[in-house]
């Protein structure tokens, strides 16, 4: 024992406070914490994208050392997030189940403890290439007036609903998504994270009184006025309802003139819809790679843009490999829900360039604030963000 005193006695503090991380699983915060902070964790929102627009997203940059830690469990995570809206920096070590290791027993008890709410002024930065949440939801909810979280460098395995409810006419619905933001949050940056289904796919789904019995949501839904949001560098592997940007045709009132959402730099790998589907929101998609199957047993391919009531989608330099689809069905990767408008430009389909132009849709006109550069997309490009997107590639 001795000599191992010996030999860590000239560590350094990050050295020390590493070790103790790995040895004991505690909760380490302010000098010790700060002292690990990875250089990347204070990072603001890049100037691309709306997240850096009628404002900037710097989530806890400001941070002291007093509000930066590590944890490793729920318990420790929601102590951090405890202290509200003072900046934060919050690493993340490991897995974090959110159920604490104790199933839920019904919806009430799923809703009461799955749900973790995110305060203003947050950056959520995983440690190394294995920090993940199981078993619950980050929810980013600006009824308080939440703005300006950042989420970067974490898995999410989207979680299962115990209890999904019945509607006559639509079957079984689950309730739960791995990401929600929602209600007027805004200034909101999700950066190299992955969203999956992982361990339990859409085909280990069961049956219920003759119906297939669906037990999972969405996977980062966007809704009820949020704005100002950019998600870049990350991936959503193997999901049905991928992303929901605004929820109803009839939410116009809070919905109007908000929901600017960038998408760039990200992978949609065997994800069946909703890439996104959008009501009264303005997205911006560039430089993304969509990659289906539309024979795929679990997530067969459906479409990527989905355009609803009042929602206008600009497509520029994307990628859509999608087996099984041939050219003359290009027009499939974008769906029409009472919407009318998008564009796409320089983007490819199956490797080839495609003219989605004559897909029955009006041009999307409005202008793009933020300066930016679209590459041209080229199979070696797309294997670039592919290699380089989501968790652990920080």
């Known amino acids: 024992m001795k000599m191992m005193m010996n030999k860590f006695s000239g560590c350094s503090l990050a050295g020390k406070t590493l070790l103790a991380v790995l040895i004991t699983g505690a909760m380490v915060s302010g000098a010790s914490a700060a002292a690990l902070l990875n250089a990347t964790a204070r990072d603001a929102a890049p100037t691309i994208g709306w997240a850096s627009q009628n404002g900037s997203t710097t989530g806890g940059a400001a941070a002291t050392s007093d509000n930066i830690s590590i944890v490793t469990n729920i318990s420790e995570f929601t102590n951090a997030l405890s202290a509200g809206t003072t900046a934060k920096i919050i690493q993340i070590k490991g897995t974090i189940d959110i159920s604490g290791g104790t199933p839920y027993s019904n919806f009430a008890d799923q809703k009461a403890r799955s749900q973790i709410l995110i305060p203003a002024n947050t950056t959520i930065f995983g440690l190394g290439t294995d920090a993940k949440f199981i078993n619950g939801s980050l929810i980013v909810d600006g009824t308080d007036g939440t703005n300006n979280v950042i989420i970067r460098n ?147 391919y459906l479409y990527s843009f989905g355009i609803g009531t009042s929602g206008s989608v600009l497509s520029e330099g994307n990628s859509f490999t999608i087996a099984n689809l041939s050219a003359s069905k290009a027009c499939k990767v974008v769906k029409k829900f009472n919407g009318s408008i998008f564009s796409d430009n320089g983007s490819t389909f199956n490797g080839s360039a495609v003219d989605l132009s004559g897909c029955g849709f009006s041009a999307y006109t409005s202008k793009i604030p933020y300066t930016y550069t679209v590459q041209p997309m080229t199979d070696s490009l797309a294997q670039s963000i592919t290699d380089k997107a989501g968790a652990g590639k920080l």
């Open 154 to 300: 974490v898995y999410i395995q989207t979680p299962i609903d115990v209890e999904p409810h019945y509607e006559s006419g639509d079957g079984w619905n689950a309730e739960w998504d791995a990401m929600n933001i929602t209600n007027g949050a805004h200034h909101i940056w999700v950066d190299h994270v992955t969203i999956s289904d992982g361990t339990f796919t859409d085909d280990m789904y069961t049956t219920k009184d003759g119906e297939t019995y669906v037990q999972h949501d969405g996977a980062l839904d966007i809704k009820r006025g949020s704005d100002y949001v950019t998600i870049s560098n990350s991936l959503i592997d193997q999901h049905d309802k991928t992303m929901l940007i605004g929820h109803s045709d009839t939410n116009s009132a809070q919905d109007k003139g908000k929901l600017h959402v960038t998408l760039f730099n990200n992978v949609f790998n065997r994800v069946t819809e909703r890439a996104p589907r959008v009501r009264y929101g303005s997205i911006h998609s560039f430089n993304n790679v969509f990659k289906g199957d539309a024979k795929d047993p679990v997530y067969r």
